[in-house]
């Protein structure tokens, strides 16, 4: 015999399918072994672009890739640090995201791809980075977009990788890094 479903089912089922839809789309950008994969791909469109640090810039038509995620956290989480102006003027842009502020570059300051800036959770916390056998703490306070970029906002800079943490040349000089090692460069990080 079946039986009739009461209005308070029918919603309780739309909000619990609904909520299983969302929970399922979160997790659309990981794979099954928990690696982050691209969300989506970003056509680029090339305008004036600041090439200090040999900045990338972006260039019309070709595809870039955009991620939602960034790889898991761990004790030592392995990243790739690149070099950045958070200055009036630099190549970083605008000004920095967790509090609306410039800031020079002899500040230890960093940028997370957004995976890792977790919709700023992370801001004006400090971070510790390891390479080079040394180690220094520095402060979140802005966000490597990984999702959006090829625009006058991002200075024409294609998204972020998922695994960035783009760090002042204050942090680089405080591991000990110069010269040409200095662009992209293997280190590990962890939350203070």
Known sequence: MATATTPL?????????TSNLNLCS????YSLHG??????????KSGHCNRAHDSDCCKTGKKYPQF?????????????MTINSFAEGGDGGGRSECDNQWHKDSELVVA?????????????KNIRINANGNSV??????ECDSVHGCDKEHDFQPPCPNNIVDA?????KALGIHG????DYQITWSDE
């Open 9 to 17: 089912t029918a919603s309780f089922l739309i909000l619990l399918i």
């Open 26 to 29: 979160s997790f659309r950008s």
């Open 35 to 44: 690696q982050c994969k691209p969300s989506g791909f970003l056509r680029g």
């Open 68 to 80: 939602r995620c960034s790889p898991p956290l761990n004790g030592d989480t392995r990243a790739t």
């Open 112 to 124: 997370l791809s957004t995976g890792w800036y977790d919709s700023g959770s992370r801001c004006l």
């Open 137 to 142: 703490l520095a402060k979140v306070v802005d």
């Open 168 to 172: 002042s040349p204050a942090v680089w």
């Open 180 to 183: 040409s090692e200095v662009g």
